[in-house]
């Protein structure tokens, strides 16, 4: 085995540039003539647009232009920016989501929601033109609560969605599922709010449109996990421009977690602002623009129930539960709160019946969409609460009512009732695994020292299961999605023997550039050191569908499996040429052609000189060593594992500290342990952030969103958590060829359920997310019933 | 941020003189509070007075059993001076904890007393210490400078040259930080001189910095914990925001209060 190859926990290549400065972002790009933009956004929550005039702004002193909503709809831009699944109600029709503009001309729906591009010379000319910009607003009444939304008598946001209710959709077997609630011997309860979060990306969202006149050809530099996705929605359904003269460069993008998978309104306005002025037009959000406008995460309001037999074994699982749109439905924002979530609910479990009943709802928030998880840490959450809180209502312990449910490691594949088949996994061994490395059989000790010390200690169990590598294009088009979720790769050898992987996946933060060279590495016997990965380029890499849902490895990574495999298939027709040797006796291992039976051999990299300079070569093969490949997915990949945590409360302040956290994951087989380990620390971080720290506050009165800087959203810091425990079980998955599931998400899904088992543990009462200090002191003092009144 | 007039004297009376000819002055200290804001063009002066400049503004020293620190000394040579450390370990000890190394560094004991935000802790260590505010105009008894939220009895064209504190018998800070910004949501200063007892509380008041009456009394009749055990500030006095109602913050208010009591005993 190549020692840089699969297995090897090697450095991160990408980290030397951007540990000493020199990654190349989005707002480090400049261009000559470039100008500044600033956006001009809705103060109010929701109005009515009287009337724009750009006069005064116009007039400025460095002022080059205003643009508004009329236009671009003057220049032909008319379209809008699409919600990209389809979701149908109950009924059968379809969902209400009306288009979402990319400068609002009639109404505005949110604090931020964006009017009007200035651009003048510099940024500081562009504000105070804006702040010039006379636009005239229309206060209408708002709703901001989730479950005020489809409340009759609420504010009505869009004329085609009554109760601002996007759709009302449903998934399982409902008679199935209350027959079984009928039977059943004990149902648990739980009223959850699954806490709104904004994505903090470190790079805050920015776009540099720069127009080529001559060519007719936009060039668009943006903060995007998918760059040929955001060319496709910009040209297919906003009508910027025709695909092949639109050109995006996603190049290092700091951290985007979901939030830049859309496109945003910025990104069309600049490039559009660009080709109305014939110059560079450079955009940046500051980080309350942030706050504001990138697509919030999460947001759920459930009632959610678990029926248990007198046994202990699990009956039924129903679940209503109103999912916060915002504004508008966004990319993936239908398909978070339904597909994304609904088909997880069965959890690691055996569970013969499951429904569940969505409500989409608009309020006057920013759009919600996926969030690092997208729909998998609520329907976890929803699970593992439920679980958790049934085992301590039929008094049985937790780790065992979870081993006596599981799926077990002789039942795949296992097909559940919410539409997953689950193809492998070993929930018990990931349950005995995080035990022991927890140190569960000393919980009850170390809680009576907590006690001693007078305070509060508990534990907490999180059995998450994810599905990841979305999905067969097929599947995905028959439950709605706008697109087929496969990937693409090229390979190419150079005539000196590197490699260049041109991939469609997209690294912002997640080391593609170690780990796919480890692949290479490992297929091809070139070392590390020779391969380039290029990404985030459409003019540079084949069309790709980008980088979420933990999809790189397992399908990206498929893709570069399969091109890797023609590659090998075409250098041995010239390594057999060349040896004189039969195709069919000719192997090939670590990065050398060998004559089975000869001492004959010829590496890969003397293939590739032959095959650029073909002096001697085979004929009807064609000269060159590049191959490409797509690669659509068999099924999706279900990372699980189980998370454990262990906190300590000091009921004087409600301080919730985390003692240990313990992370035992299946990830398939493992590339690169370290980077693997990387990403789950990140992971439970964010949803220890969820559990604890983050909340996305709107005001109920004023609209306002209260949470728009870091003095009051309060993001997880390094002392907010310790150091983790962390262990693998790796059942290698059998739908693609690398046998990788996925572990991007797995922390932010699995954390916000353990860190809440375990704060209710210690606290012996129910309390919604984040157990800020006040809550649980709360909670302390004045018992359930004040807290459910919240 | 808007275009000002910068002015950067380097003596005293130049800066009395640059402030008192602007038409809407602002002085700048550290600008750990000012920079922020007019980035944000919430704040829109002609002119910025710079007092970085001033030797006269800079230094610890002690005048007798008085510790005397410069305007313009910063959050970090407080937190690490040795002569602060000898005389008012708990002053030292609040210094090292503001903010992070970054405004520590920058930040000034002058510039956050002027400033006067109500979830500052220095606020809560000049009146709590029996501080006296020396200006280039007067002394000011800390008692009579705190005027409310981001008010002080500072004239327009006043300047805080030092902070006089008397040394405490035992003093002790103890905050409980915003978890999201990490001032204080409530900061305890309890100090001990001969027989009298001084509570000054940051964070908590809807008015700023304030003194607690009745645990001052208490705990000059027994410094212990024990003596404010069951006593609650009335919440109708304090700050409420989505970080905590007034109800927390009373009961905060004496959770730390007597930690203070207990670290200062201790």
Redesign the interface.
Known sequence: MAPDGIGAPLRRKEDKRFLTGQGRYVDDFNRPGQAYAYIARSPFPHAGITGIDKASAEAMPGVLGVFTGHDLAADGVTGALPAGWMIHNRDGSGMRTPGHPILQTERVRYVGDPVAIVVAETL?QA??AAERLEIGYDELPHVVGTADAAADGAPQLHDEAPNNTAFFWSLGDKDKTEAAFADAAHVTTLDIVNNRLAPNAMEPRAALGDYDPGMDQYTLYTTSQNPHVARLVMSAFVSLAPEHKLRVVAPDVGGGFGSKIYVYSEEVACAYASMKLRRPVKWTAER?ESFMTDAHGRDHVSKAELATDADGRILGLRVRTYANLGGYANLFGTATPTYLYATLLSGQYIIPAIYAEVDGVYTNTTPVDAYRGAGRPEATFVVERLIERAARDLKMDPADFRRKNFIQPDMYPYETPVLMTYDCGNYPAALDEALKLADHAGFPARRAESEARGKKRGIGFSAYIEACGIAPSAAVGALGGGVGLWESATLRFTPTGQVIVNTGSHSHGQGHETTFAQLITSYLGIPTDQVEVVHGDTDKTPFGMGTYGSRSLAVGGSAIHKAAEKIVAKAKKIAAHLMEAAEVDVEFADGTFTVKGTDKSKTIQEIAFAAYVPHNYPEGVEPGLEESAFYDPLNFTFPAGVHIAEVEIDP???VVEIVTFTAVDDFGTVINPMIVEGQVHGGIVQGVGQAL?E?C?YDLESGQL??GS??????PRADDVPSFKVGMVETPNPSNPLGVKGCGEAGAIAAPAAVMNAVTDALGVEINMPA???RV??AL?TGPAAVAAE | ??NFQYHKPDSLDAAVTAIAGAEDGKIVAGGMTLLPTMK??LAAPTDLVDLSAIPDLKGIGLDGDTLVIGAMTTHAEVAHSDIVKGHTPALAGLAEGIGDPQVRNRGTIGGSIANNDPTADYPAAVLGLNATVRTTKREIAADDFFEGLFTTALEEDELIVSVAFPKPAKAAYVK?PN???R?AMVGVLVALTDDHVRVAITGAGQDGVFRASEMEAALSADFSPQSIEEMALPAESLNAD????AE?RS??VT?MAKRAVAAATG
Request: hydrophobic share 35%.
């Open positions: 500081a504000k105070d309350t004087d302040t409600g720290l909340n506050v209260l949470t870091y003095m009051d959203y309060c993001m800020t200090p006040e002191w709360q003092a | 941020m808007y944000q063009r409980f978890p999201a910004s001032y989505i970080h905590g109602s927390y009961h905060l959770v």
